[in-house]
């Protein structure tokens, strides 16, 4: 890890998002592709990402992070729904378009295009402002700086409060800030998959980009319920990286019962504590789930069991 000792988030006011004035009370967000993303999971059922949703903001979670891609606007509907029964002012909505329907999904970056997926996602969200708008993917021909600068529009007409970029290379991240407009940047990070720790983290500290992981579960893999033997349901690691793994997840294992606690909630606190990232927006099928989630916010990892976690997945 790149910027030295963990954060005490138990002690942290709230968190500012870039150069922007969004901030969110705490660390811990929501991810919701498996909030109607019924395209992108298996028996999803609406009844439960309601549920999901309530969950969160009942627990004190501020910031859903959602995009068109799930469900087609489905899960931003569901949010939609959900808020109007909550006080706005105290939640934070990110959501993210790239994915063009005239082009069957095509990545689409244009002014032009970006624009009316703001408008639509309003709709489709029942918000009048939308907190985090992100370039979800990019595209091949638009000039990012000009995307970023499409959306600076819309920031100064109140529709958005903040402007993120999503899945962006180094090169393309530098791009698009180059007038200094890029507030945050979300990309896949977790243990097992830290190359932007080198890649993007510099660059964005150097220049008050916020971060936030995707996937920081690893696809299930950081949870602990898979064993030595599963290692083909991974198969983007080698045979020797997959054993590391286990075995680290085993030593993890002994911290968490120091806390009482599951791999899973010991591997978020771990997130949660790491300066290095803004919001933490673990996943959820059920309320159980997000419950279950939120108890990581009572881990409270020592210096110590911060250090070694980090030493444990090294190389990775």
Same mark, same amino acid.
């Given at each position: 890890?790149?910027?030295?000792?963990? %954060?005490?988030?138990?002690?942290?006011?709230?968190?500012?998002?870039?150069?922007?004035?969004?901030?969110?009370?705490? $660390?811990?967000?929501?991810?919701?592709?498996?909030?109607?993303?019924?395209?992108?999971?298996?028996?999803?059922?609406?009844?439960?990402?309601?549920? @999901?949703?309530?969950?969160? !903001?009942?627990?004190?979670?501020?910031?859903?992070?959602?995009?068109?891609?799930?469900?087609?606007?489905?899960?931003?509907?569901?949010?939609?729904?959900?808020?109007?029964?909550?006080?706005?002012?105290?939640?934070?909505?990110?959501?993210?378009?790239?994915?063009?329907?005239?082009?069957?999904?095509?990545?689409?970056?244009?002014?032009?295009?970006?624009?009316?997926?703001?408008?639509?996602? !309003?709709?489709?969200?029942?918000?009048?402002?939308?907190?985090?708008?992100?370039?979800?993917?990019?595209?091949?021909?638009?000039?990012?700086?000009?995307? @970023?600068?499409?959306?600076?529009?819309?920031?100064?007409?109140?529709?958005? %409060?903040?402007?993120? @970029?999503?899945?962006?290379? +180094?090169?393309?991240?530098?791009?698009?800030?180059?007038?200094?407009? #890029?507030?945050?940047?979300?990309?896949?990070?977790?243990?097992?998959?830290?190359?932007?720790?080198?890649?993007?983290?510099?660059?964005?500290?150097? =220049?008050?980009?916020?971060? #936030?992981?995707?996937?920081?579960?690893?696809?299930?893999?950081?949870?602990?319920?898979?064993?030595?033997?599963?290692?083909?349901?991974?198969?983007?690691?080698?045979?020797?990286?997959?054993? $590391?793994?286990?075995?680290?997840?085993?030593?993890?294992?002994?911290?968490?019962?120091?806390?009482?606690?599951?791999?899973?909630? $010991?591997?978020?606190?771990?997130?949660?504590?790491?300066?290095?990232?803004?919001?933490?927006? +673990?996943?959820? %099928?059920?309320?159980?789930? @997000?419950?279950? =989630?939120?108890?990581?916010?009572?881990?409270?990892?020592?210096?110590?069991?911060?250090?070694?976690?980090?030493?444990?997945?090294?190389?990775?």
């Amino acid at each position: 890890m790149l910027f030295g000792l963990r %954060r005490n988030y138990l002690m942290t006011n709230e968190i500012k998002i870039g150069k922007s004035d969004v901030t969110v009370p705490n $660390t811990l967000g929501l991810g919701t592709n498996k909030v109607g993303g019924h395209n992108l999971f298996d028996d999803l059922k609406d009844e439960n990402g309601y549920a @999901v949703v309530k969950e969160a !903001l009942n627990s004190g979670i501020s910031l859903l992070d959602t995009a068109f891609a799930y469900g087609n606007g489905r899960s931003e509907e569901i949010i939609g729904d959900v808020i109007q029964d909550y006080d706005r002012s105290n939640i934070v909505l990110a959501t993210k378009a790239a994915h063009d329907p005239s082009k069957n999904g095509e990545f689409n970056n244009s002014p032009k295009f970006l624009k009316q997926s703001v408008d639509d996602a !309003l709709k489709r969200l029942k918000t009048d402002y939308i907190d985090i708008f992100y370039i979800h993917f990019p595209d091949k021909d638009t000039p990012k700086a000009e995307a @970023v600068g499409a959306l600076n529009e819309l920031k100064e007409a109140g529709k958005i %409060r903040a402007i993120g @970029v999503s899945n962006f290379s +180094p090169d393309q991240i530098k791009e698009a800030n180059a007038d200094g407009l #890029v507030d945050i940047a979300e990309d896949n990070y977790s243990l097992v998959h830290r190359g932007v720790e080198q890649t993007e983290f510099p660059y964005l500290q150097e =220049n008050n980009i916020s971060f #936030v992981p995707y996937f920081p579960l690893a696809a299930g893999l950081l949870t602990g319920k898979y064993g030595s033997k599963d290692g083909s349901k991974f198969d983007q690691y080698s045979a020797q990286q997959y054993q $590391t793994i286990i075995s680290a997840l085993d030593k993890v294992r002994e911290i968490a019962n120091g806390h009482d606690a599951t791999i899973t909630q $010991t591997i978020i606190a771990w997130y949660l504590q790491d300066p290095a990232i803004s919001v933490v927006i +673990p996943g959820a %099928r059920t309320a159980d789930q @997000v419950k279950s =989630n939120v108890a990581a916010l009572d881990v409270n990892l020592s210096q110590s069991e911060f250090d070694q976690i980090d030493q444990l997945f090294q190389g990775f």
